[in-house]
């Protein structure tokens, strides 16, 4: 994919489906007594992984548009053997929460995925799940095989702020012998432990700690999935960077859980406006508008690096830009992303000619430097090659986006709609 240097983004957009929530969606309707509408279906690669996955374990999906589904859950012991395995592919996401959800079926299941999937850590869920007293083996380097058993209820401290470790624990605690708890390192997303409650399960959350007790039915409820703010922090970003820009992007989810990103644009000095903010379902949704701004160099870790996770790819194109010195730390659950983000961000930007200097848990950025066009490439990681090509825009010639495809693991027509807004850009 080639990116020239572009002028001016206008736009009032809407972005896919929330692809946390629509993963979640499609699992917890599954489990449902009845039929769920979901509307705001993310139709992006990962998690139509999900779709499929549910329905070979027997759950009909009627898919009346790309955003739209009904979804006929089977209720908690409704769901099937599966005849093969459930292909994952590159969704770590459904990976690691059918792990959970998985482990006390009366029947035994196995996952597998590209080989990206399968070099991310897995011990990190296994481990909780086996102290619940699940039955799960590796079968080599190719799959998970899952033993389903009557599990326990269990008090689990999470070594890291993972919101898929947290999902796969509270799945497989729906089918515990006794209570659940979960004390969590950092404010992970928290979609399941939402929707689960409008679901009618049993939950507590407060402060760091979600206590659930085992439930015997989910209540069926229509779910209206919100714009994904991490695919809304691309095109928010190029607006701030791009001159003479102004980008709204509408109904965009805006959990706390998940805009460290706005924050930290703020106090890097970008405009940025947050409007007509109100509840969809138990979700936050609001319309966001960024303008054109000079941003400043700003330190980032702890809770914030949580709230922020999937942006520090395009986060890092603005820090190029920022005056002074940006520095990311406690971010080390960067390294197992789709890729090694830490090291794929610190080679893209360094090509494009922005000083940087990685650290173990982060990296260092001195700002602002005018980027230069370059080959890069996304290794086959969604975030960094949307990052790209918001580098693109604003570098000086031409940028080559090698391996751009996987876009669509997140984000389809993120092209096209930032062509619409004024990028230049040649597929
Ligand atoms: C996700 C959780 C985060 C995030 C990922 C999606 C989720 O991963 O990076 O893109 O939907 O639960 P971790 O659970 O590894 O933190």
Redesign the pocket.
């Known amino acids: 994919m080639i990116v020239h240097n572009s002028r001016s983004l206008q736009g009032r957009i809407r972005v896919p489906g929330d692809k946390?929530i629509s993963?979640r969606a499609l699992m917890l309707a599954a489990l449902a007594n009845g039929a769920c509408k979901l509307t705001g279906f993310s139709p992006c690669n990962d998690c139509l992984a999900t779709l499929d996955a549910i329905r070979a374990l027997g759950v009909d999906v009627e898919i009346h548009t790309p955003h739209k589904l009904t979804v006929s859950g089977k209720g908690l012991r409704g769901l099937q053997a599966p005849a093969s395995p459930l292909d994952c592919r590159r969704s770590a996401?459904t990976m690691r929460c059918l792990m959970g959800l998985l482990a006390g079926q009366i029947f035994t299941s196995s996952l597998t995925g590209d080989g990206q999937l399968l070099r991310r850590p897995m011990g990190r869920i296994i481990q909780p799940l086996r102290r619940m007293g699940a039955r799960i083996a590796t079968a080599g380097p190719v799959s998970i095989i899952i033993h389903g058993r009557p599990l326990h209820g269990c008090d689990h401290v999470l070594p890291v702020a993972?919101?898929?470790?947290k999902?796969a624990l509270l799945l497989a605690a729906l089918y515990a012998d006794g209570p659940t708890s979960i004390h969590q390192p950092g404010p992970?997303?928290d979609h399941t432990e939402r929707l689960l409650a409008a679901m009618g399960a049993h939950i507590e959350t407060g402060g760091a700690t979600i206590e659930l007790r085992p439930s015997t039915e989910l209540s069926p409820i229509p779910i209206h999935i919100p714009g994904d703010f991490s695919s809304a922090a691309f095109p928010l970003v190029a607006a701030a960077l791009v001159p003479d820009s102004r980008v709204t992007v509408l109904g965009v989810g805006v959990n706390p859980t998940r805009t460290g990103l706005l924050d930290v644009l703020r106090q890097m000095g970008a405009e940025v406006a947050i409007e007509n903010e109100r509840l969809q379902g138990p979700e936050p949704v609001a319309d966001v508008t960024v303008w054109t701004s000079t941003l400043y160099g700003v330190e980032i870790g702890g809770e914030t690096v949580v709230r922020m996770?999937?942006e520090f790819p395009v986060f890092a194109v603005a820090a190029t830009q920022a005056h002074g010195i940006t520095t990311v730390r406690d971010a080390a659950?960067l390294r197992v992303?789709e890729t090694d983000r830490i090291r794929g961000i610190v080679a893209g930007l360094k090509a494009m000619g922005a000083k940087i200097q990685p650290l173990p848990d982060g990296f260092v950025i001195q700002g602002p430097t005018p980027l230069r066009g370059a080959i890069v490439d996304s290794y086959g990681d969604h975030r960094l090659a949307m990052a790209w090509v918001v580098a693109g825009l604003i570098a000086e010639g031409e940028t080559t986006v090698n391996h751009a495809h996987c876009m669509d693991d997140s984000f389809p027509g993120f092209v096209q709609m930032m062509q619409e807004m004024g990028a230049r850009i040649e597929p």
């Open positions: 946390s993963h996401t993972s919101a898929q470790l999902t992970a997303r996770i999937d659950e992303k």
